[in-house]
T-cell receptor, first 112, second 111 residues
Framework: DAKTTQPPSMDCAEGRAANLPCNHSTISGNEYVYWYRQIHSQGPQYIIHGLKNNETNEMASLIITEDRKSSTLILPHATLRDTAVYYCIVRVYNNAGNMLTFGGGTRLMVKP | EAGVTQSPTHLIKTRGQQATLRCSPISGHTSVYWYQQALGLGLQFLLWYDEGEERNRGNFPPRFSGRQFPNYSSELNVNALELEDSALYLC??????????FGPGTRLTVL
């Protein structure tokens, strides 16, 4: 799976949009972009994923650049409960090994 | 819909003992993954089970083993516990090779 690069930390004011960037310049055509988050000492929570098109669900929006070398996760109205470490992962579906590899992630701090 | 469940929440053992951790996947999910997350470290892949078979394992010694039952639930066994086995053990399930959903984890402490 391709490597991803994320800023180690970000701050966001409560109620504002949080925009979390991710670089994945070596992504291949059949790799999906996944986002998870982990609140302290809890299991990672799936947020959203996409291949080429922008995606939106009840939690967030995922914007993928046309060349697919980077993406942005958008939390439209951040709350204090969104404080967590956010992980961007690229992976391909296959039968050889579907393990997830989490890098350092971005520690998002939502402040009042 | 119920999520992935794990038991126990916390487990305290001493060196040399054995630990058994359990995982129940989301209904309809046939794949179960086990990960270890030691303090300050990222997720380390342990084992992947699908349809009752071990499909892949990570770079862990043989004293880490497990199995998947006909109802797709799974257990992870760790023999001859060492201090460095202290970690959060996470189980994830997926319908085949699709998106993985994680449970809350079991915190294992080895004294």
């Amino acid at each position: 799976d391709a490597k991803t690069t994320q800023p180690p930390s970000m701050d966001c004011a409560e109620g504002r949009a949080a925009n979390l960037p991710c670089n994945h310049s070596t992504i291949s055509g059949n790799e999906y972009v996944y986002w998870y988050r982990q609140i302290h000492s809890q299991g990672p929570q799936y947020i959203i994923h996409g291949l080429k098109n922008n995606e939106t669900n009840e939690m967030a929006s995922l914007i993928i650049t046309e060349d697919r070398k980077s993406s942005t996760l958008i939390l439209p109205h951040a709350t204090l409960r969104d404080t967590a470490v956010y992980y961007c992962i690229v992976r391909v579906y296959n039968n050889a090994g579907n393990m997830l590899t989490f890098g350092g992630g971005t520690r998002l701090m939502v402040k009042p | 819909e119920a999520g992935v469940t794990q038991s126990p929440t916390h487990l305290i053992k001493t060196r040399g003992q054995q630990a058994t951790l359990r995982c129940s996947p989301i209904s309809g999910h046939t794949s179960v993954y086990w990960y270890q997350q030691a303090l300050g470290l990222g997720l380390q892949f342990l084992l992947w089970y699908d349809e009752g078979e071990e499909r892949n394992r990570g770079n862990f010694p043989p004293r880490f083993s497990g199995r998947q039952f006909p109802n797709y639930s799974s257990e992870l066994n760790v023999n001859a516990l060492e201090l460095e086995d202290s970690a959060l053990y996470l189980c994830a399930s997926s319908p085949g090779t699709d998106t993985q959903y994680f449970g809350p984890g079991t915190r294992l402490t080895v004294l």
